[in-house]
């Protein structure tokens, strides 16, 4: 079985930094496809950020240029580094891969979420 665990949520004041980690266990031989995804209250689920498998990214309109996604293939780990935090960015960010498993069969997972609050 996967798990996804999400790390590094926190109380920031506006323009504070957080990075924000999620770790896949079980076994694993890789990340393959990875993003992060945010939900505030009352508001849909938004994606943030994405990376492939070769590392390539992409990022809401609304993030670009403050937040950048990362991973780590030794640790099995993709990051989300925020910086500019803002208000509005208040919400619960869960990571969602597809996850390669030792023998080669493929898991679609989510984590349980991190909260993010930006607040003075």
């Known amino acids: 079985q996967v798990h996804l665990v999400e790390s590094g949520g926190g109380l920031v004041q506006p323009g504070g930094s957080l990075r924000l980690s999620c770790a896949a266990s079980?076994?694993?031989?890789?990340?393959?496809?990875a993003v992060w995804f945010r939900q505030a209250p009352g508001k849909q689920r938004e994606l943030v950020a994405g990376?492939?498998?070769?590392?390539?990214?992409t990022y809401a309109d609304s993030v670009q240029g403050r937040f950048t996604i990362s991973r780590d293939n030794a640790k099995n780990t993709v990051y989300l580094q925020m910086n500019s935090l803002r208000p509005e960015d208040t919400a619960v960010y869960f990571c969602?891969?597809?996850?390669?498993?030792?023998?080669?069969?493929?898991?679609?997972?989510w984590g349980q979420g991190t909260q993010v609050t930006v607040s003075s």
């Open positions: 990376i492939s498998s070769g590392g390539s990214s």
């Open positions: 969602h891969a597809v996850v390669e498993m030792i023998g080669g069969l493929r898991s679609d997972s």
């Open positions: 079980g076994s694993i031989s890789r990340i393959n496809d």
